[in-house]
Nanobody, 115 residues
Framework: QVQLVESGGGLAQAGGSLRLSCTAS????????MGWYRRAPGKQRELVEA???????TYADSVKGRFTISRDNARNTVYLQMNSLKPEDTAVYYC?????????WGQGTQVTVSS
């Protein structure tokens, strides 16, 4: 069974930066459109940003100009560079295929932004 492992979260101050990484135990990332999702306390999970195999990205308006998704197919890894963080970015961040999450959700990585 393929597993997704997210890492790189932590505590950041408003205006700070974090870089998240997502790896998979199977050959999933290079052949799929991948997305970063997040679930904030009391809210539903939502798409943050996605990237196709060709590098075309889709993003939520709330992260426009601040977050950048990228992929390294050779390393079977997807990244999310998060700049200019805001307290409302506080959430557990997950990766999965997009638009349909086809893999069992991983543990995610907690991002907490203090004001």
């Amino acid at each position: 069974q393929v597993q997704l492992v997210e890492s790189g979260g932590g505590l950041a101050q408003a205006g700070g930066s974090l870089r998240l990484s997502c790896t998979a135990s199977g050959y999933i990332i290079p052949i799929n459109t991948m997305g970063w999702y997040r679930r904030a306390p009391g809210k539903q999970r939502e798409l943050v940003e996605a990237i196709t195999r060709d590098g075309i990205t889709t993003y939520a308006d709330s992260v426009k100009g601040r977050f950048t998704i990228s992929r390294d197919n050779a390393r079977n890894t997807v990244y999310l560079q998060m700049n200019s963080l805001k307290p409302e970015d506080t959430a557990v961040y997950y990766c999965n295929t997009y638009p349909t999450p086809m893999i069992s959700w991983g543990q995610g990585t907690q991002v907490t932004v203090s004001s």
